[in-house]
């Protein structure tokens, strides 16, 4: 069973396009996070999550939308998709905000043509 | 802010040669440090850590020192494999009340050959 699992593994879309990615974690933790991982590797936190309730939110263009449905899951919205958009998407989940011990599901490869 | 700086990559690699990855860090008070591993295709995972000065964490043969009065937590390893090819990234948290933001170093490709 996939501890952190996120659908859909890759995303190829127009600009101006609006799409989702969706996560699920198995693991109980109470604690969830979206991550951006450019061309370059660089890792840059989005958003966190603790028992549904939003933690952080970085400056994060407010075409980007989270949503906590329960603390299993945490989905990413985003809309009128652009060019910068293009990256790697990760979401990982941790048992508590502080230990820093982070669960990362295998990301979602979003391409904006 | 906390910052943490990697050396840059690519480093290449053959079989069985020692590896050193440099990571230094900025941050207020104690926070704890890490090294995570991405694998081609894969998301990151958890490789070590260490929660205060001088602790050391290891795993997988990698070990990392926590030294305070350097500033720095390098990863090394005695004999890399194929196998350990891989990003890896220096991360650190900040300690206090309501802490959840890791903040990651930029990676360090390391390319092992046979």
């Known amino acids: 069973d996939t501890a952190v699992s996120q659908t859909p593994k890759y995303l190829v879309t127009q600009m101006g396009n609006d799409k989702s990615i969706k996560c699920e974690q198995n693991?109980?933790?109470?604690?969830m996070y979206w991550y951006k991982q450019d061309s370059k590797k660089f890792l840059k936190i989005m958003f966190s999550y603790n028992n549904k309730e939003l933690i952080i939110n970085e400056t994060v263009p407010n075409r980007f939308s989270p949503k906590s449905p329960d603390k299993a899951h945490l989905n990413l919205h985003i809309n009128s998709l652009e060019l910068g958009d293009s990256a790697v998407y990760f979401c990982?989940?941790?048992?508590?905000?502080?230990?820093?011990?982070?669960?990362f599901g295998e990301g979602s490869r979003l391409t904006v043509l | 802010g906390n910052s943490v700086t990697q050396m840059e990559g690519p480093v290449t690699l053959s079989e069985e040669a020692f590896l050193t990855i440099n990571c230094t860090y900025t941050a207020t008070g104690y926070p704890s440090l890490f090294w995570y591993v991405q694998y081609p295709g894969e998301g990151l995972q958890l490789l070590l850590k260490?929660?205060?000065?001088?602790d050391k964490g290891s795993n997988k043969g990698f070990e990392a020192t926590y030294r305070k009065e350097t500033t720095s937590f390098h990863l090394e390893k005695g004999s890399v494999q194929v196998s350990d090819s891989a990003v890896y990234f220096c991360a650190l948290l900040q300690s206090g009340a309501g802490s959840y933001q890791l903040t990651f170093g930029k990676g360090t490709k390391l390319s092992v050959i046979p």
């Open positions: 990982a989940s941790s048992p508590r905000g502080g230990t820093g011990e982070l669960f």
């Open positions: 693991l109980g933790h109470d604690t």
């Open positions: 260490a929660t205060k000065a001088d």
